[in-house]
């Protein structure tokens, strides 16, 4: 058992360390002010190769896995969650394909990820159904013109990245709207410039600015038989697609808690007050140990995450520890950028400082891919089911 990076990872944090601190952090505040989308940086990730982390190298990828792709994005996240979600949407939407699309597919779509040429997004979530997956009500017939094709209507929401994206992994209920069987559920690839795709409402958010997020409309989209991902029934895909994405989503928590916490530091170190600095009062000290030790803690959890990911457990009975890495590091970016705000004081709550900045984007980490509630349900699932147990 070794706790170290490989060299090769260690060569990448290296890398993606300073480009982040060159081109990423002077950026950072006027992404989320200007709220527009940072192309600029999207070029420096691809000049850098780094779209293709997660991506196998026969398609144009540096097979670098979840792991690669979860050091890049804690490095980056630490003073951009708008540019850490640029990167991770290298991996959510593709992950159905690479699990379960045939070569075609994987070579057509995920391929021109890798190199910067495509960008694509993910659609599970409705109005009315975000934790609650079968309650979606987007609906797939089978095409009474083209044997095994598709179409597609209803709308999904939330989706980030939609704007830009070129191509969709949509998820449809295959059967009744009504339905509560896993096997209702499929997955689909759909291109942005086919028949009845629109972007619809966009959203006005809290803090992740910069990276589009809103409505995906499809009304009558025709889906031809090669764009359907895996089989028919495929409910079981979009878990596993999302269950091998909890150590990227928590590496985005992790950069942030130590953007945010060494900022602070840095701030406690300089800051006088009652003839010493703030950093001379043990109580100051006691809550940035804590905060360390619980940022040590997630990335434990979360580069092991990574690692099982890379090997293929994202099955039932691993989802205890991938869900423990998105819980513990995503509430601990809140955490952490609410003692940032708090070790700055009232300076912490001015925009002069990034501080008020990472405490809004912590809050979206808690939600998005399965809220904090929803991974302390499948971890307690897992504990009750024996899956996660000591004899």
């Given amino acids: ?69 979860t050091v890049a994005v804690e490095e980056v996240a630490k003073y951009s969650n708008t540019a850490a979600l640029m990167l991770l949407l290298t991996r959510l939407p593709t992950g159905p394909v690479l699990i379960a699309g045939d070569e075609e597919q994987k070579r057509r779509y995920v391929r021109g990820i890798a190199d910067g040429s495509l960008r694509a997004a993910f659609g599970l979530s409705e109005p009315q159904a ?42 449809a209920k295959t059967a009744e709207p009504s339905s509560r069987a896993h096997d209702s559920i499929s997955a689909f690839i759909v291109e942005r410039t086919w028949d009845g795709v629109s972007v619809g409402h966009t959203d006005k958010k809290m803090g992740v600015r910069g990276v589009d997020t809103g409505e995906l409309l499809l009304d009558g989209v025709r889906v031809p038989p090669e764009n359907v991902i895996g089989e028919i029934g495929g409910f079981r895909l979009a878990m596993l697609g999302l269950n091998s994405m909890r150590p990227i989503v928590a590496a985005r ?31 100051i000290r006691w809550e940035i140990a804590k905060c360390a030790v619980d940022i040590e803690a997630a990335r434990l959890l979360t580069y092991r995450a990574a690692a099982m990911s890379d090997a293929g457990r994202f099955a039932k009975a691993d989802v205890p520890f991938l869900s423990m890495s998105k819980y513990f590091a995503s509430e601990l970016a809140v955490r952490a950028s609410g003692l940032a705000v708090q070790l700055l004081g009232a300076a912490g709550y001015m925009e002069d400082h990034p501080t008020e900045q990472w405490y809004r984007d912590a809050r979206q980490l808690t939600i998005v891919e399965g809220t904090s509630q929803v991974q302390l349900d499948l971890i307690g699932r897992g504990v009750l089911d024996g899956d996660l147990w000591w004899d």
């Fill in 1 to 69: 058992m070794t706790f170290e990076l490989s060299d090769d990872l260690l060569a990448l944090q290296a890398s993606v360390r300073r480009l982040a601190k060159d081109k990423v952090r002077p950026r950072a505040r006027e992404i989320d002010q200007t709220q527009e989308y940072p192309s600029d940086l999207f070029e420096v990730f691809r000049d850098a190769g780094l779209l293709g982390l997660c991506i196998p190298e026969d398609l144009g990828g540096s097979g670098a896995g979840v792991l690669g792709l």
């Fill in 130 to 171: 975000g934790s609650d997956v079968m309650g979606m009500r987007t609906r797939a017939l089978p095409d009474p013109d083209r044997p095994g094709g598709w179409v597609l209507t209803g709308t999904k929401c939330w989706m980030s990245g939609v704007r830009e994206a070129d191509w969709y992994t949509v998820f």
């Fill in 253 to 283: 928590g992790i950069g942030l808690a130590e953007g945010a916490l060494m900022y602070a530091t840095d701030y406690v170190k300089q800051r006088g007050a009652f003839g010493k600095t703030i950093a001379d009062f043990q109580g």
